[in-house]
């Protein structure tokens, strides 16, 4: 699988509420060609995509999502709190956003996110059989911190790109790959180890970094072997991604 240099982290997340469809809007009208994605699922199994346990930072509501039904939150605004033109957006579904990364020719990171309460395992089987309904194997990287949901992840499907995710990378991260057999290792390049890079290098997975936003302090890790870089702004890397009008509805050359 060809993995892309920049990935639109939570979509285009610093032009548009992250998560929504609207920032995966913007991701392809600003000319990339992946996003990551955070999806977990609703008290009543609703998978959606949503970073925190909680809607109360990125919605005119409060509550958590494990206490929610799908009926609920789509009474929510997810668009005012980062600009009133986004008013009246609302959370995406899990289907919805597939939906649209499908018609518009993307690849999607899509991170399972496990918060406090959560079911890795039947968040695990909810999205990766409804991601795999819709996209093809090398447009798909299903990557998370929580290492039960990738078990269960690779249980469903042998061929499956995943990405093994973490904070700092931690020793045992080898003995990880070998039992889930991952295509990427992804981590906060804020606490990056060149002993890890090396051993990353050596054994052909490939690194992601997130959530990256200061390519010139960024800039040496490139020569340490990182093959991409998870950003809320690819442009600040590549002037070719900058952002068009919203839904202009154009697409830039690739
Ligand atoms: O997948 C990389 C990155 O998204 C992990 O951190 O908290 O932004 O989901 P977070
Ligand atoms: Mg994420």
Not at 55 to 75: F, K, N
Not at 99 to 126: F, Q, R, W, Y
Not at 143 to 162: G, H, I, P, V
Request: glycine share 6%; with cysteine.
């Amino acid at each position: 699988m060809q993995l892309p240099r920049y990935i639109a982290h939570r979509g285009l997340s610093k032009h548009a509420p992250e998560n929504t469809l609207a920032a995966i809007q913007a991701a392809a009208d600003a000319g990339c060609e992946w996003v990551e994605l955070d999806v977990q699922c609703l008290g009543d199994g609703t998978a959606v995509i949503w970073h925190d346990e909680s809607v109360d930072r990125c919605s005119d509501g409060q509550g958590t999502l494990i206490d929610m039904t799908r009926d609920q939150i789509r009474h929510l605004d997810v668009g005012s709190w980062f600009s009133p033109d986004f008013r009246g957006e609302r959370m995406a579904l899990l289907d919805e956003a597939l939906s649209l990364i499908s018609a518009l020719e993307l690849g999607v990171n899509l991170e399972l996110k496990i918060n406090p309460g959560h079911d890795p395992v039947e968040l695990a089987n909810t999205a990766v059989h409804r991601a795999r309904q819709v996209l093809p194997l090398d447009r798909l990287l299903v990557s998370s911190f929580d290492m039960n949901a990738l078990e269960s992840a690779r249980a469903q499907d042998e061929k499956l790109a995943l990405g093994l995710l973490y904070e700092a990378i931690p020793r045992r991260w080898a003995s990880d790959a070998q039992r889930l057999r991952p295509v990427s290792v992804h981590a906060d390049w804020t606490q990056l180890d060149q002993e890890r890079l090396i051993e990353i290098q050596s054994a052909e997975l490939a690194l992601l970094c997130y959530t990256v936003n200061d390519p010139e302090r960024f800039a040496s890790w490139w020569d340490h072997g990182v093959s991409g870089v998870i950003t809320d702004d690819p442009a600040l890397f590549d002037s070719r991604y900058q952002r068009r009008t919203r839904g202009d509805g154009s697409r830039k050359p690739r």
